[in-house]
């Protein structure tokens, strides 16, 4: 029987995490609070049937159903006027996300053609984690003969981080692979 991410990170990553940083308690290490998967849909928007393509497949990437994300203002130099769809956005929170994470580092990464690890300069003053995917074929549920247009997608993980070098440490003792 497999132990789960999110078991392993309670009863192993968080204790040695607080230790690594300092902390005394071990509800102060840092963990992961959300992860954003987020697709534009940019030169598209003017095919209806494209918005839907890439809807299906974040619906299957994530097993959650997404949302559409409207235009807040109008950019005549986009030819976007407010209240268009523009994007489509799913937010993962707690079994499903660590579910989604585990998938992430043991099967989507290492699919990913020419991949050598993860830029640590995607950091933000807060420890939170950004990458993105130019095409959506690493992730396993989308196979080749169904997709129609190949898409890129946005993948923002939220951590209780302090800083960059909180951040990493959690995200190296997820599993996730960076380059040294």
């Given at each position: 029987?497999?132990?789960?991410?999110?078991?392993?990170?309670?009863?192993?990553?968080?204790?040695?995490?607080?230790k690594?940083?300092?902390?005394?308690?071990i509800?102060?290490?840092?963990?992961?609070?959300?992860?954003?998967?987020?697709?534009?849909?940019?030169?598209?928007?003017?095919?209806?049937?494209?918005?839907?393509?890439?809807?299906?497949?974040?619906?299957?990437?994530?097993?959650?159903?997404?949302?559409?994300?409207?235009?807040?203002?109008?950019?005549?130099?986009?030819?976007?006027?407010?209240?268009?769809?523009?994007?489509?956005?799913?937010?993962?929170?707690?079994?499903?996300?660590?579910?989604?994470?585990?998938?992430?580092?043991?099967?989507?990464?290492?699919?990913?053609?020419?991949?050598?690890?993860?830029s640590?300069?995607?950091?933000?003053?807060?420890?939170?984690?950004?990458?993105?995917?130019?095409e959506?074929?690493?992730?396993?549920?989308?196979?080749?003969?169904?997709?129609?247009?190949?898409?890129?997608?946005?993948?923002?993980?939220?951590?209780?981080?302090?800083?960059k070098?909180?951040?990493?440490?959690?995200?190296?003792?997820?599993?996730?692979?960076?380059?040294?």
């Amino acid at each position: 029987m497999s132990v789960n991410l999110y078991e392993k990170f309670k009863k192993e990553i968080a204790p040695a995490l607080a230790k690594q940083l300092g902390y005394k308690n071990i509800m102060q290490a840092p963990r992961v609070t959300k992860v954003v998967i987020n697709v534009g849909v940019g030169r598209f928007i003017k095919e209806p049937h494209f918005i839907e393509n890439v809807e299906n497949t974040l619906k299957r990437i994530s097993g959650q159903k997404p949302v559409r994300t409207k235009a807040k203002q109008s950019i005549s130099n986009f030819k976007i006027r407010e209240g268009m769809e523009i994007g489509v956005v799913v937010t993962l929170r707690g079994p499903r996300m660590y579910q989604f994470l585990e998938k992430l580092v043991s099967i989507t990464l290492p699919r990913v053609r020419d991949f050598r690890g993860l830029s640590d300069k995607s950091f933000d003053k807060k420890g939170n984690y950004c990458m993105g995917f130019k095409e959506n074929m690493a992730f396993p549920e989308i196979k080749a003969e169904e997709i129609e247009k190949i898409h890129g997608l946005q993948l923002i993980i939220k951590t209780t981080a302090k800083n960059k070098e909180e951040g990493k440490a959690l995200l190296i003792s997820l599993g996730f692979p960076f380059v040294k």
